[in-house]
Nanobody, 121 residues
Framework: QVQLVESGGGLVQPAGSLRLSCAASGRIFRINVMGWYRQAPGKQRELVASITSGGSTNVADSVKGRFTISRDNAKNTVYLQMNSLKPEDTAVYYC???????????????WGQGTQVTVSS
């Protein structure tokens, strides 16, 4: 079984910074894409940023220039550095991994439990 464990959320003032981490563990052959999504109250879950195993990134326009996604393939860990945070960034942030458990298995999506990020003065 695969687990994604997030950490690093919390309460921060506007213009502040936070760094989220997500470590994948369990039966993992290869992780293709890792990413961060967020869901604010009353809104749909949306992609924040994603990164391939080769380091190619996709970042939402709403956070471009403020958030940076990175990845440590050796540790099966993805990070989200969030700077210049705004109240509208307040949401539950979820880690996602698109991976294969064995060389013969198909690709599957896994999700973390979510971590709350609150931006407020």
């Amino acid at each position: 079984q695969v687990q994604l464990v997030e950490s690093g959320g919390g309460l921060v003032q506007p213009a502040g910074s936070l760094r989220l981490s997500c470590a994948a563990s369990g039966r993992i052959f290869r992780i293709n894409v890792m990413g961060w999504y967020r869901q604010a109250p009353g809104k749909q879950r949306e992609l924040v940023a994603s990164i391939t195993s080769g380091g190619s990134t996709n970042v939402a326009d709403s956070v471009k220039g403020r958030f940076t996604i990175s990845r440590d393939n050796a540790k099966n860990t993805v990070y989200l550095q969030m700077n210049s945070l705004k109240p509208e960034d307040t949401a539950v942030y979820y880690c996602n991994a698109d991976l294969k458990e064995t060389p013969w298995s198909g690709r599957a999506d896994y999700w973390g439990q979510g971590t709350q990020v609150t931006v407020s003065s």
